[in-house]
């Protein structure tokens, strides 16, 4: 059981917004989809929900061309559109979604909707920017499709939405685990919860993995400026900074012998992210 993305390629008129994308996405993880502006999340989140057509390549979803319709009952996208008649309320548009997913848990709608405030007899044209989010994600954490995938979920949420969002994410991921991705630029928020990162750039994935083994290769160190510059003399550097006489650099590789007045602190996934960003910009 898996989505297997082959050779996909598209291009809006000289815009190439994918570059022969293949990955897999198999069993229970929730992935990250972590890329700049413009490196082509969405758009490749649409080709897989058939929302977009592309170019070239092939997406299947369980063994099956992702044109079915038996193929496409088993994938839910929460993004920025609204595919409900603009004039419906949410708790009727929470019971249209049932008639078509035969696992839409509509109490576990209802509950979540209460939990973030979202009105149900309100009509969907007069929610806000942030309640249609909220809105959209409610839908996504009840429709227990095998795979879910969120499009920059919580643009537009207040940080008390964003926390409870990841919350509800995580509860649902424990109850009935599937396969997740989450598009994203608020790395540092959804750190905790990506086990396994795609790293989208220019259209192309520069890096997969889990995210332990992404990060056990890389290595932030700091100290002294001079040093620093003896210590990285022949590493491979991903990026540095020098604040006042401290230098702070990601490293890509093993520490080795750490000379006296240098220390090494922990990497996280949002330095790994722009580190590989900014060594990429150098190229
Ligand atoms: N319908 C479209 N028509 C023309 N160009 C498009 C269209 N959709 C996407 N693009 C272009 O394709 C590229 C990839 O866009 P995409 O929306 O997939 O990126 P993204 O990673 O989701 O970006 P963001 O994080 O800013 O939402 C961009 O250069 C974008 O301008």
Redesign the pocket.
Known sequence: MAIEITHISKS??E?R?LRDVSLTLEGNHIYGLL?N????????LSIITDRVRADEGTVRIDGKENRSDEALARVFLVGEQNFFPEDMRVKKALRTAASFYPDFDIALAERTAEQFGLNLKQKITSLSTGYGSIFRIVLGLAVNTPYLFFD?PVLGLDAQHRELFYRLLLEKYAERPCAVVL?T?LIAEAANLIDYAFI?RS?AILRQGPTEDLMEGAYTVSGPAAAMEQYLSGRHVLSETTLGGLKTACVQGQPGHMPDGLEITGMNLQDYFISLMKEEDRK
């Not at 502006?37 to 490749?44: P, R, V």
């Open positions: 809006f008129k815009t917004a890329g502006n413009g490196a082509g999340k969405s758009t490749l920059e598009s630029h989208i259209g």
